[in-house]
């Protein structure tokens, strides 16, 4: 089935930097989300976007909706220790319920 | 409860057996959504179930994967004749009606370990 290309699959970043990573589709999405997973527990959500062009974000998170509805970015600013986790795109392709999700990006902080 | 629960949260098994894997979800969402996740990977839809309407059951992989949802709780993934290519996380989520918009909420999921 259709996957999501996430880059990168790894992040090791000093604690204060900013963070991006990405993702591509060869198809069009109609939602894009961005989930964090901790160790031992499931995805949770960190921002929805749901449309083409829209920019959100959530505290120090900011995340895009591209115009060709085919790619979304995740950035994270200043980053802490506690942002360690696997940061996952998703988004629904068709008006259906299931969600399509990228490989991950496993970010490390070091303090 | 305030969350989506699994159970078990880790399985061993053997090749061969079958297992069964459960799923509570958060108490008056009607959509409930099974997800593996295999190691190092996203998440790959398996099942999806929407109040009474018949589940979409697009993603599951052989037909050794069915699921069941009863009385529109609680839903059971059973997996029979189980292979280690079937190790994984199995990861279940529900959302208030199945909308686009609507968060899905994740469990914790189970560890299935297969020998």
């Known amino acids: 089935g259709q996957q999501l290309n996430q880059s990168p699959q790894s992040m090791f970043i000093q604690e204060g930097e900013d963070v991006s990573m990405n993702c591509t589709s060869s198809s069009i999405f109609n939602t894009w989300l961005w989930y964090k997973q901790d160790p031992g527990e499931g995805p949770v959500l960190l921002i929805a976007l749901y449309k083409a062009g829209e920019l959100t974000s959530n505290g120090r998170l900011t995340a895009q909706f591209g115009i060709t509805r085919k790619d979304s970015f995740l950035n994270i600013s200043a980053s802490i220790p506690s942002d360690v986790g696997i940061y996952f795109c998703?988004?629904?392709?068709?008006?259906?319920?299931?969600?399509?999700f990228g490989e991950g990006t496993q970010l490390t902080v070091n303090p | 409860g305030a969350g989506v629960s699994q159970s078990p949260s880790n399985k061993v098994t053997e090749k061969g057996k079958d297992v069964e894997l459960r799923c509570d979800p958060i108490s008056g969402h009607t959509a409930l959504y099974w997800y593996r996740q295999s190691l190092g990977q996203g998440l790959e839809f398996l099942i999806y179930?929407?109040?009474?309407?018949?589940?979409?059951k697009s993603g599951l992989p052989s037909d050794r994967f069915s699921a069941e949802r009863t009385g529109g709780s609680v839903s059971t993934l059973t997996i029979q004749r189980t292979q280690q290519e079937d190790s994984a996380v199995y990861l279940c989520a529900s959302s208030l009606w199945g909308g686009v918009q609507e968060t899905q909420y994740f469990g914790p999921g189970t560890r299935l370990l297969v020998l």
């Open positions: 179930f929407q109040g009474n309407s018949a589940p979409d």
């Open positions: 998703a988004g629904h392709e068709t008006s259906g319920s299931r969600l399509t």
